[in-house]
């Protein structure tokens, strides 16, 4: 794994909210959860959760899937494991 991949990866995990929502969606498990059960639980505003759950799909931590009208956020929970391998092998080991 790329050094730069991990730091955005980081990045995003970095805000508030955006830490909020992945904390969210790795308990919601792999079937994930539709986005406006994310914004009534979290009570984030529809604009500002979709630029958060952007974020962390560009970041690789997220997937969306479409069923119907309804649109699901899923945490990359391999991609994640991937990032805290690197920085316990990387940064935490001699």
Do not use: W
């Not at 009208?69 to 899923?74: G, M």
């Amino acid at each position: 794994m790329d050094i730069e991949v991990v730091a955005k990866a980081l990045k995003e995990l970095g805000h508030p909210t955006r830490l909020m929502v992945f904390k969210r969606l790795v308990k919601a498990g792999p079937q994930g959860l539709a986005v406006g059960v994310i914004q009534q639980e979290l009570a984030i505003p529809g604009s500002t959760l979709s630029h958060h759950i952007s974020s962390l799909a560009s970041a690789n931590l997220v997937i969306q899937r479409r069923e119907g009208r309804v649109l699901f956020c899923v945490a990359k929970y391999d991609y994640f494991d991937e990032v805290i391998e690197f920085l316990q092998a990387e940064c935490c080991s001699d």
